[in-house]
């Protein structure tokens, strides 16, 4: 059985620090890899995806960055954490086809910058 | 515009009664759809896929998909207080070089007891 890990579970974290959550993926080889954001109680919104090692496409500009450094691992990042990172991060993998992909999320990460 | 619109925003029910969610798309480019359930403080899960006009039936789970209106809707029959829950339409379009999967801005679901 396919198994998603998201680490760390919360982070309160000042503004203008540096930021880096991780997934994990066991069970599943080349998956496609997402990371989404939600504000509380709010839409998902698609920030990156990757379809393999060390190819990651940006879907909406946050000054986030992500990164695929093995099959199973996706890490989002950044520098200079904003007030408006606040939120839910989610990480997601799907079959490794074209179209009609079921997400499986992650039980997220939840940030809060102070 | 937001691609995929749902309605109510909130909607309250009685145990064992009938909840009834709607999501509407303006991108006639959307082959795929799905419904998905988030409980508060976890990740969303997806409880059905729906690709052909028509209905699929998933236990107390009913979806109705008309690709012609754009219109999707879940039913859910006998709820129960597990119910409860935030409920996210989905959607994509066939072959998107982007991986795009478009959510709407969800139903938040009560069920009384």
């Known amino acids: 059985a396919q198994t998603i890990h998201q680490w760390p579970v919360a982070e309160i974290k000042a503004v203008g620090s540096p930021l880096s959550l991780g997934c994990t993926i066991k069970?599943?080889?080349?998956?496609?890899l997402y990371w989404y954001w939600q504000a509380t109680g709010g839409t998902l919104q698609q920030l990156f995806y990757?379809?393999?090692?060390?190819?990651v496409e940006s879907v909406v500009q946050l000054n986030l960055s992500a990164s695929r450094p093995k099959d199973d691992q996706f890490i989002l990042s950044t520098e200079k954490l904003l007030l408006s990172h606040s939120g839910f991060y989610l990480c997601?993998?799907?079959?490794?086809?074209?179209?009609?992909?079921?997400?499986?999320f992650g039980e997220g990460s939840r940030l809060i910058v102070v | 515009q937001q691609k995929v619109q749902q309605s109510p925003e909130s909607l309250s029910v009685p145990e064992g009664g009938m909840a009834s969610l709607n999501c509407t798309s303006s991108?006639?480019?959307?082959?795929y759809f799905w419904w998905y359930r988030q409980h508060s403080g976890e990740g969303p899960k997806a409880l059905m896929?729906?690709?052909?006009?028509g209905d699929k039936k998933e236990g107390r789970f009913t979806a109705h998909l008309n690709k012609a209106s754009l219109h999707v809707s879940l039913h859910i029959r006998d709820s129960q207080p597990s119910d409860s829950a935030l409920y996210f339409c989905?959607?994509?379009?066939?072959?998107?070089?982007?991986?795009?999967?478009?959510f709407g801005d969800g139903t938040q679901l009560v069920v009384k007891p």
């Open positions: 896929s729906i690709f052909s006009d």
């Open positions: 069970g599943k080889s080349s998956p496609n």
């Open positions: 997601a993998w799907s079959l490794g086809t074209n179209s009609g992909n079921t997400l499986y």
């Open positions: 991108d006639r480019n959307f082959q």
């Open positions: 990757s379809i393999t090692v060390g190819q």
């Open positions: 989905a959607a994509s379009e066939r072959g998107d070089s982007n991986n795009r999967i478009f």
